[in-house]
């Protein structure tokens, strides 16, 4: 081969260079063998069972993405061998050639035809574990023409930005070597494709989300009215207006329980939970949303109450009713609840446009409001806790700087569903003792750090709470919880031994695979069942709650009542 036809071929073009020009493949030509088996085998991966179950829809577009690399990897490890191959072109081999070509198709469809028999007991796998029935009937069909469509369009797309790059080098070569002009070639075309997709693409899609997600969160149903209770946000005498507090936070000062509610349960006399909200449009800023919040706090009587609990809400503002119905009723009422809206975007979309809103958010109600609490006299204040659910748990850790608390530290923490980049929750993890598994670990003596899932870990046996009690609540099956970006090309470690109850047996590391198993995962993991997945329920919360807040004065009869409470609310 020539020098030319070795660098082309390296990369996966045409072979030939001819009269000054790299000559590439047609764009409707034919698939490449090694491709064609390699896409087949990650086609079968791709069906293997992951954290939490797919539908249809999720299974068949994570089949094309994961069919499209293996193909490209398929494909340019052949051309990778013939650029290896220096030897010249006989009849003799190109029968061989055509035989191995029958074969290697033969098998790529004897591997689909595997993976689609198969993928009712991978899919029930998944299922099993979180004690839902069976699947009867896979629509084995969709899914297969469904990951066609998605790999057939990807695969395309990566023929473009061949076809680009060679287009780019090919200007180039007349006054560049064939080499630089091919990488150069590239590198235009990376930078081009990524323009594309970052700048209008992506932008585009994010600007349309942005405009339905505003409506959404402005939209007042019919019926709809402020509450006649002081002690809310948007009620009678409110420094909020009703149609500022959001979708969310109108949903949430208008939660039960209720004074009556509570002391119909706990049979005996409580008192009416305080709920304060504060908007994006509430104020503007976050050291004004800040501000407001503590006004509403003073407003109605907060700092009087035994328990004062600082909820960061997920991006979208909600706050999860079922980690707040189990505190009231286990409070008597006795507890204030304030939470400040800084996006009305989902997590995932919040982080990708305004990463650090969340954060500059969290800090400024924390600080503004540990400054009030932090100056009242010590016994003749609330007791001060923080929780978060998701990315409401990464803000609020981010919103303490430790060494600004030591000398009068809050109470504690209760964050559920910690997404896997948090800071203190990685630091404390890696540091766990060396006989505790990932998914349920044990730090030092838990004097401070302590982690439960749907096991309560009622028989760990802890030392005595220090001064500041930090609660995580994680499922195993939670992939954004134990999602890791070396996942890529090493096996996560919540796949090591012991496998936790609520993952699939049938879950195994394949590289790269799983890595887009475990987005696809992540992306899904709010529609499992309550209990599992990222969907974290109200009887779990209320274990940990009542880890948090001991002495919390509620008899065995009483807390019995609270979750059967919490299970007919379907929490």
Do not use: C
């Not at 340019?76 to 030897?87: E, N, T, V, Y």
Request: charged share 15%; no cysteine.
């Amino acid at each position: 081969m020539k020098q030319g036809e070795d660098l082309t071929e390296a990369v996966g073009v045409h072979r030939a260079v001819r009269r000054g020009r790299i000559v590439d493949q047609h764009l409707l030509s034919g698939p490449s063998v090694a491709g064609a088996v390699f896409a087949a085998l990650a086609f079968v991966a791709a069906l293997l069972p992951g954290m939490v179950p797919r539908s249809e829809l999720g299974q068949g577009i994570l089949a094309g993405f994961a069919v499209s690399f293996g193909y490209w990897i398929g494909a340019g490890l052949a051309a990778l061998a013939r650029m290896l191959d220096a030897g010249e072109d006989t009849a003799q081999d190109g029968a061989k050639a055509r035989a191995i070509g029958f074969a290697g198709f033969g098998l790529a469809v004897g591997l689909v035809a595997y993976g689609l028999w198969f993928l009712p007991t991978w899919a029930n796998s998944a299922r099993a574990a979180m004690q839902l029935p069976p699947v009867e009937t896979v629509h084995r069909l969709f899914v297969l023409m469904l990951t066609m469509s998605v790999g057939l369009v990807l695969v395309m797309l990566g023929r473009v930005f061949r076809r680009a790059a060679i287009i780019a080098a090919n200007v180039l070569l007349v006054i560049l070597p064939v080499r630089v002009a091919l990488i150069l070639g590239l590198v235009l075309a990376s930078a081009l494709f990524w323009s594309i997709g970052s700048g209008v693409l992506v932008r585009g899609a994010v600007d349309g989300m942005d405009a339905a997600y505003a409506q959404m969160d402005a939209l007042i149903p019919p019926g709809s009215v402020p509450p006649d209770d002081p002690l809310k946000s948007g009620g009678l005498g409110s420094h909020v207006r009703w149609d500022s507090l959001g979708a969310q936070g109108r949903d949430f000062v208008q939660a039960p329980p209720g004074q009556a509610d509570i002391a119909a349960l706990r049979q005996g006399d409580a008192l009416e939970p305080v709920r304060v909200y504060i908007g994006v449009n509430s104020a503007e800023g976050p050291a004004a949303r800040a501000a407001l919040a503590l006004q509403e706090l003073i407003r109605t009587g907060a700092f009087q109450r035994r328990y004062l609990v600082i909820a960061t809400p997920t991006g979208t503002g909600w706050v999860d009713p079922a980690a707040i119905m189990p505190l009231e009723y286990l409070l008597r009422g006795d507890v204030a609840t304030v939470s400040v809206q800084y996006s009305y975007l989902p997590s995932w979309l919040s982080l990708l446009v305004e990463p650090d809103r969340g954060v500059e958010t969290a800090r400024q109600v924390f600080r503004t409001i540990y400054g009030y609490w932090s100056a009242l006299p010590a016994d003749d204040r609330p007791r001060l806790y923080l929780f978060g659910l998701s990315l409401g748990a990464l803000n609020s850790d981010l919103s303490v700087d430790v060494y600004d608390i030591m000398a009068d530290p809050y109470h504690g923490a209760l964050w559920a569903g910690p997404p896997f980049p948090s800071r203190t929750w990685n630091v404390v993890v890696k540091a766990r003792n060396p006989d505790s598994s990932v998914w349920h670990p044990r730090y030092s003596d838990g004097r401070m750090f302590r982690f439960m899932t749907q096991d309560d870990g009622a028989d760990i046996t802890y030392g005595p709470w220090g001064p500041l009690r930090v609660v995580y609540l994680q499922y195993p099956s939670d992939p954004i919880v134990f999602f890791e970006t070396g996942s890529l090309l090493r096996r996560p470690a919540i796949m090591s031994p012991p496998r936790p109850p609520d993952v699939s047996e049938g879950l195994v590391w394949v590289p790269v695979i799983s890595f887009l198993q475990s987005v696809v995962d992540m992306v899904t993991a709010a529609g499992t069942p309550a209990g599992f997945g990222h969907v974290y329920a109200g009887n779990d919360y209320l274990d940990g709650w009542l880890a948090l807040l001991e002495p919390h004065g509620a008899t065995a009869a009483e807390i019995a009542r609270i979750r059967e409470r919490l299970l007919q609310e379907g929490l």
